[in-house]
């Protein structure tokens, strides 16, 4: 009499996951089978891994959006990290002209109000400094954005231009160049540092 296993699934006796019997496959039925461009059944759950796989976005995005931040998003960012930047680097800078200044003098109470007061009122200036030049970039950025109607690195540089001619322009018209000028080279700078990449793959191989 032949022993061997009949070809094919065999139907087990069991309830399956959602109550109905699922064909069960044997190890040497499966060792033959190719898994090339397939995924096998999972011998745990009688579900199909492939149902699982999720290639598609998880973001439902408006029609013609884009998935990174525009301008405006991103300047609450700019300004509050400014803003924080400003006052932690005007604390330190603010401690060690404190203590400096007040060096030659002993750990007291007028010591201790004395570094307290430069330390905030160092902070304050520079967090005021900073914020209100993150806030005359981010406006330029998103008026620069929406006048010509593209984001690239033009819009960048035009608004870190306008931004050092506009803070310096108290100073007069000297001050206002100097001001532009120095907009423009950190401006450019960071252009550059973001197409850097770009830059460095478009460069030819020299042997």
Known sequence: MDNKEPSGPRSSGGLGLFGSAGPHYSKTELSGVPLTGMSPLSPYLNVDPRYLIQDSDEFILPTGANKTRGRFELAFF??????????????????????????????????????????TRQGATWANTLGS????????????????????DLNTIAAGTLTGVLYKSPGGLRGAARGGLVGLTLSGLYALYNNWDRLKGSSPTRY
Do not use: H
């Open 133 to 152: 030049l993150a806030l005359l970039y981010s406006a330029f950025g998103v008026i620069i954005e929406k006048a010509r109607g593209a984001e690239d």
């Open 78 to 119: 700019t300004i509050g990290g400014c803003c924080i930047t400003g006052a932690v680097f005007g604390a330190v800078n603010g401690l060690r002209m404190s203590l400096s200044e007040t060096r030659n003098m002993a750990w007291s109470k007028p010591r201790n109000v004395q570094i307290l007061n430069m330390v």
